[in-house]
């Protein structure tokens, strides 16, 4: 069983377990270049960000075992105009379980305008590396592909480019880069009549 709770801001504990969930699927994804997410911030000081976080844990006493691990963290960063970055990372030991999928059911409980009172009506989440669990959810919620890009590398040195940019691709190559995986950037967004229904 997964317990997931809202947090308006992470306690030390919480952010020590957060960043080494991060390092862990850092390491552990650094083959294929997928993505990891950011720790918690506090909201600009002049409010023009809202920050929504949730984190997802084992239910104490499942296997017998009184430990709750953290197993999952979303986070959504939200503006004034209702573009959202939605960041979502869960445990490499629990992944394609369905966790992801049950923090957005879970998140879209909550009432008031926008997704799930959130405010946002379009998120905007990146897959790096174009992860194919990323792409499994982007389906399942109805988000597009909004666009995609390349990274190139050259020894230590990062480029990104368009793969519709010829020229910005041929004048990567030409300079030694090569392609070492594709983002894609999924665009969620939420229909005005369903945003402003429970207004």
């Not at 970055?85 to 490499?92: D, K, S």
């Not at 394609?96 to 997704?115: A, H, K, N, W």
């Not at 990274?151 to 480029?159: D, M, N, Q």
Request: a negative charge; charged letters at 25%.
């Amino acid at each position: 069983m997964i317990t997931v709770e809202s947090r308006d801001e992470l306690g030390a504990a919480e952010a020590a377990e957060l960043a080494a969930m991060i390092a862990d699927a850092a390491d552990y994804d650094a083959g294929a270049g997928f993505s990891t997410a950011s720790p918690s911030e506090a909201a600009d000081d002049d409010g023009e960000v809202s920050i929504f976080q949730m984190l997802a844990r084992l239910t104490p006493g499942l296997h017998g075992s009184l430990d709750t691990p953290l197993v999952a963290f979303l986070r959504l960063d939200v503006d004034r105009a209702g573009a959202a970055i939605a960041q979502l990372l869960v445990h490499r030991d629990y992944r394609s379980l369905g966790v992801g999928t049950l923090m957005l059911e879970r998140l879209g409980e909550r009432e008031g305008p926008g997704f799930a009172g959130t405010g946002a009506l379009d998120i905007t989440i990146w897959a790096h590396g174009n992860h194919p669990a990323a792409d499994r959810m982007a389906r399942r919620f109805g988000a597009a592909e909004g666009r995609c890009r390349w990274k190139l590398t050259r020894g230590a040195e990062l480029r990104y480019v368009e793969p519709d940019d010829e020229a910005a691709v041929l004048a990567a190559r030409r300079d030694g880069f090569v392609h070492e995986h594709t983002d894609v950037c999924y665009v969620w967004r939420i229909p005005v009549a369903s945003a402003s229904r429970r207004a």
